[in-house]
């Protein structure tokens, strides 16, 4: 499975993205999809992760009540709506396909190791 997210960009704090992952060669319809960033100088991190069946998300509380996690299963898509953007958001962002041998937890689901594939990230930058 080779993931690609796509999205990223420049844009004002207040502003809004959405990022979107993408597969070739594979398909994400039977796994959970995780979002994780990445900021200078910092450890990458959770921001979102959905299900397989897209009816549970979770989202980091950095993030909460701001980035919205969806997944078009038909076009074997991922998606991470982010609104009000604030300058603590910049990051490269990246999306990764959760292991199939793992049964998706919201504890595991925030577990970097437990995702097999990863997308080459995309960045965000947000300004003041």
């Known amino acids: 499975v080779q993931l690609q997210a796509s999205g990223g960009g420049l844009v004002q704090a207040g502003g809004a993205l959405k990022l979107s992952c993408a597969t070739s060669?594979?398909?994400?319809?039977?796994?959970?999809v995780g979002w994780f960033r990445q900021a200078p100088g910092k450890e990458r991190e959770f921001v979102a992760a959905?299900?397989?069946?897209?009816?549970?998300?979770y989202e980091a509380g950095s993030v909460l009540g701001r980035f919205t996690v969806s997944r078009d299963r038909y076009k074997n898509t991922a998606f991470l709506q982010m609104n009000d953007l604030k300058p603590e958001d910049t990051a490269v962002y990246y999306c990764?396909?959760?292991?199939?041998?793992?049964?998706?937890?919201?504890?595991?689901?925030?577990?970097?190791?437990?995702?097999?594939?990863w997308g080459q990230g995309t960045q965000v930058t947000v300004s003041s």
């Open positions: 060669g594979g398909t994400l319809t039977n796994r959970a």
């Open positions: 990764a396909a959760y292991g199939a041998h793992w049964s998706p937890s919201e504890f595991g689901l925030q577990l970097q190791s437990r995702y097999d594939y």
């Open positions: 959905i299900t397989t069946s897209g009816v549970t998300t």
